[in-house]
């Protein structure tokens, strides 16, 4: 496994952007799908982004895709989440999570995943 780490959240006002950070320990962070989701209150836990291992696969959840970016740099062991044109409706916990790639296709269920981090909460105020 590894261990995940997100940054980047706050409170922003309705428009606005926010880039999230999953920092990842360990030698092997190139070998691993990254996923990014999010919990509102009293919501479940919901899929946003994903990316391969290299990051030339990505797939952004229909809802965001036109506001919302992922994409990694390995050799920082770092995933980001570029979110523009913020709504009210995105405010929730964000969490990312990671799971080694055998390139059998995109990742994006929870269940796929088996590490994840803390979270990061994103306030978007109207």
């Known amino acids: 496994q590894v261990r995940l780490v997100e940054s980047g959240g706050g409170l922003v006002q309705a428009g606005g952007s926010l880039r999230l950070s999953c920092a990842a320990s360990g030698r092997t962070f190139s070998t691993y799908a990254v996923g990014w989701f999010r919990q509102a209150p009293g919501k479940d836990r919901e899929f946003v982004a994903t990316?391969?291992?290299?990051?030339?696969?990505?797939y952004v959840e229909d809802s965001v895709k036109d506001r919302f970016t992922i994409s990694r740099d390995n050799a920082k062991n770092t995933v980001y989440l570029q979110m523009n044109s913020l709504k009210p409706e995105d405010t929730a916990v964000y969490y990312c999570?990671?799971?080694?790639?055998?390139?059998?296709?995109?990742?994006?269920?929870?269940?796929?995943?088996?590490?994840w981090g803390q979270g990061t909460q994103v306030t978007v105020s109207s």
């Open positions: 990316i391969s291992k290299s990051g030339a696969l990505t």
């Open positions: 999570a990671a799971e080694t790639d055998y390139g059998l296709g995109y990742l994006y269920r929870t269940e796929d995943f088996g590490s």
